[in-house]
């Protein structure tokens, strides 16, 4: 698909083509410019965090589509698209440097091998073009929804592809072309208007090709308007994004006694990074389709919430662009006049809407800046959530249990707390759940001997361990967490800790991620990881046999927050006669167990419950044993089985309770 001028063109149709382009690029300009004004309402906001890494996310997911083609068919449809158009504007480029600046770049082997490749990738966007109808129009495809724009767009793409080919098609027939078959589609459209009378053939290729340019310089027009905005502002999001966002959200300052609002209420608020998402959003559907929260009927789409607030920033643009104050009766709080406040409540912040979301739209920390509002601002929150915080602030621990309870390790296990001895190489840091929660003190205490056995040196808190702080943080009350930081940092560098175990994944990744956002630096290792390295270098050797068939839960803290994959499985992999088998959902689109997000403490009373769908996942592979590797999970899953009727024939355990049954 060769563009060219029409033959016999004169100074005054250059002068209309040079005017229309102008136009065109001015209209284009004011919607690129209109479209950055409002993202400038928002928050200011240091971005990137680095330029190495954002361009790395460019060239994988933009220039080589990595995260695009986990979907085959999407992906496949959206590569063909964009293929097409890469060639085909490098080839209108060397035509315009050839024919308007004289310089002969469109001649030779380029010519010939330029010419094959948009005819070949052109014909491939008709295709995708088609994939594309087919998706929305011809069949049912979750995640979807269908707006005028798509159509519109899919129309221009179409209607662009086929007035080039027919332009290419009338050249050949008019001009003749020795080097045809290097243009073999527009050969092809050749072919019915062979033996057609030169003036009429002249006539239509001139008038086609004002056709071409039309719509051509349309599309561009059309760019910020419309979804095809996300040709620039997704390439932009994948720079501007942080590198996994959910992991370590964004500290407030609680000193600052200046400061009059925490967290977001009205969308100027946020910053204007996370209003540049909403236009980076492309409404695919993914973040949807692997939404635990969505999928059991909550009412949250992750998609629908990002475009709720760009429509909302759209509709009260004007006004904030002007600098002027809205009117109360126009004034709208995004809780719950945006957005509902079950929606806000019902996320598990798995972070699997951002891990499968191709231009790195950032959800999870708008949804906590709206929690933190709620939380700090207006005291709107779950009401069993109070005492939660009560039990953390009092107590040390979200259950309320005195502290006395918590030196059973040191009476049962003879482990030794670092106020008697801090000259060991860990702490353990045991966790709530893995100190007050009956069912975790098994794991606790089969991940303690399994340390004995191998010689490591660690020591516990015992009495003196509070709680990290994670659920209180993504429940949205920053100043319990950041109090609960500020004491454990000092606590451990008074003790001089420098290494810990953690067996909570929620621990692992708030101390590894967030703490150092506080001062408090320390190299964290999850028991699952440790277990793994122990049993790589022969200090643990699984002799008895477990003769069970497995499947593996991935922590969404564990896996897709820090990357944690292949330990557990090495581990389950080490251990005799245990046969695995994966879930559909596994890896990074393994689907949650319904307790992040501090929703462990929160009823469940709207749709399937989170648990229940990931315990059915799992008895459909068929295995008599879950295997977790978190303590949330392993309870979410065990009341799953519970729930179902199962828990006699098929076990949840974790990989550490499983390790010390087989190395004993």
Known sequence: ???????????????????????????????VYDRYRLWKVGAPEKRPESWSQGIGRFINNS???????????????????FSAFAVCALGTLSVAVTEDLGIPLFYGWYYLILSLAMDILGFAALLGIGIAFWRRYMTTTPGLDNQMTDLVSLMLLKAIFVSGFLLEGLRI?????????????????SLPFAGMAKPTLKMLHVSTWWIHLFLSFGFIAYIPYSKFFHILTGPLNQMLAKDK???????????????????????????????????????????????PAHLTDKPLSPKKLVQDLNNHLHAQGPTLLKGEEIKEEDAKMLVPDVIEEETVWACTTCGSCEAQCPVFVEHVEKIVDMRRNLMMMESNFPHEAQAVFKGMEKYG?????????ADWLQKELTVTPLAENNEVEYLYFVGCAGTFDERNRKVTTAVVKLLQMAGVSFGILGKEQSCCGDSARRLGNEYLYQSLVAANVEQWQGYGVKKIITSCPHCLNTIKNEYPQFGGQFEVVHHSVLLAQLLAAGKLKPKKPIEASCTYHDSCYLGRYNDIY????????????LKATEMERNHDKGFCCGAGGGRMWLEELIGKRINVERTEQALATGANLVVTACPYCLTMIDDGTKTKNVDETVKTKDIAEILWESVQ
Request: proline share 7%.
């Open 63 to 81: 220039l080589l589509h990595l995260r695009i083609l986990r979907e085959s068919v999407p992906g496949l449809m959206h590569l063909l698209l």
């Open 173 to 189: 027939a008019l001009m003749g072309d020795p080097w045809f078959m290097w243009n073999p589609v527009g050969w092809l459209v």
């Open 245 to 291: 966002a959910c992991t370590a959200l964004t500290p407030l300052d609680m000193e600052d006694e200046a400061i009059e609002q925490f967290g977001v209420a009205q969308i100027q608020q946020f910053t204007w990074k996370q209003l540049l998402d909403g236009d980076a959003c492309i409404r695919c559907g993914r973040c949807e389709n692997n939404c």
């Open 566 to 577: 292949s330990e557990p499985r090495n581990v389950i992999a080490a251990i005799p006669g």
């Open 397 to 405: 621990n979200p259950w309320g249990i005195g502290r006395s309870e």
């Open 1 to 31: 698909m060769t563009p060219s001028r029409p033959l016999g063109m004169y100074s005054e149709s250059y002068l209309i083509m040079w005017a229309l382009m102008l136009v065109t690029f001015a209209i284009f300009g004011k919607g």
